[in-house]
């Protein structure tokens, strides 16, 4: 041993110090942090550990939020001006030009008539928002036996207790908790699709058929007590990285609209490009009447999220029938300014400040690279005979296994190869920033490739 190594270096003081103490997500409080993250720039995250340092690639992007690397000088700038202006400043009965052009600028590219805007501090806050004036619509409505959610099985909407309650009831991570409130109603989950290189969804028309016929009488079946639907387009996340046809959108619009109850997207991992769409509603050309956004809003920056509705929702609030009523969330940071300035930044770096859906807007030609970039890097890891399936859709990469992946040994194994992911379940999957290159996709994948086969064999 040399003198160096002896040293204890800055990064693992700070595991030392962290173990026991601080909680990570979804983590024992003793086993929470292999790494400590000493400098980012870029695509790159500096880890430590035990052995030494590595300069790893995000293949997470901050889980779904860091689009346009770390320390991108526009973000950077905008933050530091707003610093110099204020950094936060209470929401009740106060505005701001940051929240004003943020809320100015997501209706702008929301798809529809999604037209009025809630700040929310979390992608969960914003759920527990969303679900709450669905909730109040009908109320104001004189509805008031519509209290109950129909949700899709496989789905993930966040931590707190509401939103708990629309995630997938036995693999939603929330099993230990009682279900809070009333029981929600699960719809089942759609076929798997496939977007095929050539733009066309592939998937099972018979089983679709089925799962169209059983929805529909699930919904009829308990329409009385529904208030509303709630799915994340086309890709669920958190609940397995699955991949569904569009087409099951336009279905769960359809029984809304039969039943009266109100349409909850849930763009929050989706949103802003990342499977290929703005919004991956527009895949199947569907408006929601209340939509989520968070994530990726801020660039990975700061956390934030909003909720959009339509007119429709916000007027049954507003005394379209009767006395108008508040809608009843105000969370203490609220429209904070730091955030809502490094959003309005992010957002101008997606759009390049002209039309969100024109041809060449930055965020398409990203996403269309990161797509054709996953494509190959991740062609290799089907020939593995632990691999069940690799699956591409924007800028989202999957690879899964036939069984659990070793968690601590495939991370490792990726950080050793220059790639930095969290897999869960059977999945390795990444979400890397848009702003990745054609060179950095490629070490990204074969970093993937060569960390599966190590652990798991070829
Ligand atoms: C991450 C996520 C959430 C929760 O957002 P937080 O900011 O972690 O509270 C909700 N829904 C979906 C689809 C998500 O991916």
Redo the contacts with the bound molecule.
Sequence with gaps: MNAATSLVSQGQDLLARDAGLLWHPYASLDAGARYAVTGAKGVRLTLEDAHGTHEVIDGMGS??SMVHGYRHPVLDAAAHAQIDSFSHVMFGGLTHAPAVELAERLVAMAPGDLSHVFLAD????S?EVALKLVLQYHHARGHTGRQRFAALRGG????TFA?MGVCDPVDGMHAAFARPGAEQLFLPRPPAARLTVEGSWEFDAAEFTVWETEARALAAAHAPELAGIIA?PVLQ??GGMYVYAPAALRVLREIADEHDLLLVL?E???GFGRTGTLFASEWAGVVPDVM?V??ALTGGYL?L?AMLCTPKVAGALDGAYGSGSALLHGPTFMGNPLACAVANASLGLLTGGGDPRAADAPWREQIAALETGLREALDPAAALSSVKDVRVLGGVGVIQLHEPVALAEVTAAAVRQGAWVRPFRDLLYVMPPYISSRDEIRLLGAALVAAVEHVHGS
Excluded: F, L
């Design positions: 889980w779904w979390s992608g969960s806050i759920v993930y909407h966040g931590d939103a994340e996340g958190a849930d929050i991992a989706t989520c968070g994530k956390t999220a």
